[in-house]
């Protein structure tokens, strides 16, 4: 399971409650997953037009 990544973190996090590793959520230096889920960042689609030559 990919815990680092930000769009699997509920997955995980239900995962860990299943699993009674909720000492694995939170802000210490031994957490996997953060108490609150991160910011997704949106991508913003570039303002370039693309011409074709």
Not at 1 to 22: C, W
Request: charge should be positive; charged fraction near 30%.
């Amino acid at each position: 399971m990919q815990y680092s990544y930000p769009k699997n973190y509920a997955l995980v996090k239900k995962a860990l409650i299943k699993a009674g590793r909720e000492d694995l959520i939170g802000n210490g230096p031994k957490c996997l997953i953060k108490t609150y889920p991160p910011r997704m960042v949106s991508k913003k689609k570039s303002s370039k037009k693309h011409i074709d030559k």
